[in-house]
Every structure is written in C-alpha cells, then in structure tokens.
T-cell receptor, first 114, second 111 residues
C-alpha cells in the first residue's frame, strides 16, 4: 500500500501565481486534513474533510481552498500565492473517530513563494 | 479550545543516555493526548497515545509517556536513546474532533 501520497514534492512559485497540491490515500479513510508546518510553530490545520463532498475550515484557512470530490483525494489550492505561504504542507488521513485513531501523513510538499 | 505547550525546542543528548521531552496541556474535563515523531524529510507518525486508563502509556521504539492530571503534563521519555532517534517530536491534543499540535522538540542524538 502506498498510504498517503502527495504531489508535487517541491514547487517554487512567484507571488500571485496559483497552484494545486494533490493528496491521495488508498486506505479508504473518511477524514482527510491539510496542515502547514513552519519552524517553531508546529503543524497548523488549514482545512479538513470528514467525507466525500464535505470540507471545513481549520485554524489558518485564509488564502487556501480545498475540494474533496472523491473519497480518496483531497486537493489544496492557492489562488494567488504570497510569500507568507512559503511552508511545508502535509496531508493526512484517518478513520472517522474524531482524531482518536492515528493520522497517516504524507511526506510533504515544500513550497517556496518568491 | 485545548492546546499543548512543548517546553523545550531543542534537546541534545548523547547516545545511550535517557531523554525526557516535556509537554503541558490546557486543562479540561476529558483530554486525549498524543506524541508523534517526524524523521528528516518525512511525515509524522504516531508514537503513542493516551485516551483513558493507565497513566503510563507505552509506545513504539521504546518510548513511554506519563499522563499527570494534577500537573496537566504528558511528558515523553526513553531510558536509552539511539542515533536513529534523532528527529522532531510533537505533542498533540484532540480538539473538537481534530488534533492540535505543539511547536515541536528537536532531539539530536550524538555519539
């Protein structure tokens, strides 16, 4: 099993450009999450989804949009990238136990916005 | 909303020495706590969790943590570390059906 796969692994954007990060999981998990990781700040939740067709805002949703059209995929979009969005982005998935079962993480996408 | 505070940002330690990583949480009626580990250039993986029951929780790779309600702490310990334990460690608390993570503690094990 591949687990949670994130594409791309690295990306450099210019300010104002747009992009979509793709997360795919093959574990039939209901819940999926997007986090960003910044030095000294740990992981902060951007958006999450509790099932196909549903999304919700996390702690830091501004400047991002998400979609969950298929159960196995969770897309994170940046419509107009800003330098403050330079970060490492992690996708995770889990069973629907409200955070009590382990989160399975991808290996991250390192995004630089210049 | 519940939160966790990791008291040490960096912990250098020699191989085969013990290590303790400190985590305090904001008080609540019920609390669910976790420790995750992140090896270089990888995502996070679960080390151990406290949901209820015994306050001493054992995890993978020889780690254990003790839930202390009176001190609102959930410190992670390992009696003897290996070079391969070099990683970043995150304490997390369940918060309204989601996880909130601490800022992380970087453990560097030296020979």
């Amino acid at each position: 099993n591949a687990g949670v796969t994130q594409t791309p692994k690295f990306r450099v954007l210019k300010t104002g450009q747009s992009m979509t990060l793709l997360c795919a999981q093959d574990m039939n998990h209901e819940y999926m999450y997007w986090y960003r990781q910044d030095p000294g700040m740990g992981l902060r939740l951007i958006h999450y989804s509790v099932g196909e067709g549903t999304t919700a805002k996390g702690e830091v949703p501004d400047g991002y949009n998400v979609s969950r059209l298929k159960k196995q995929n969770f897309l994170l979009g940046l419509e107009s990238a800003a330098p403050s969005q330079t970060s490492v982005y992690f996708c995770a998935s889990s069973y629907p136990t409200g955070g009590l079962s382990p989160l399975h993480f991808g290996n991250g996408t390192r995004l630089t916005v210049t | 909303a519940q939160s966790v505070t990791q008291l040490d940002s960096q912990v250098p330690v020699f191989e085969e020495a013990p290590v303790e990583l400190r985590c305090n949480y904001s008080s609540s009626v019920s609390v669910y706590l976790f420790w995750y580990v992140q090896y270089p250039n990888q995502g996070l993986q679960l080390l151990l969790k406290y949901l209820s029951g015994s306050t001493l929780v054992k995890g993978i790779n020889g780690f254990e943590a003790e839930f202390n309600k009176s001190q609102t702490s959930f410190h992670l310990r390992k009696p003897s570390v290996h070079i391969s334990d070099t990683a970043e460690y995150f304490c997390a608390v369940r918060n309204d059906y989601k996880l909130s993570f601490g800022a992380g503690t970087t453990v560097t094990v030296r020979a």
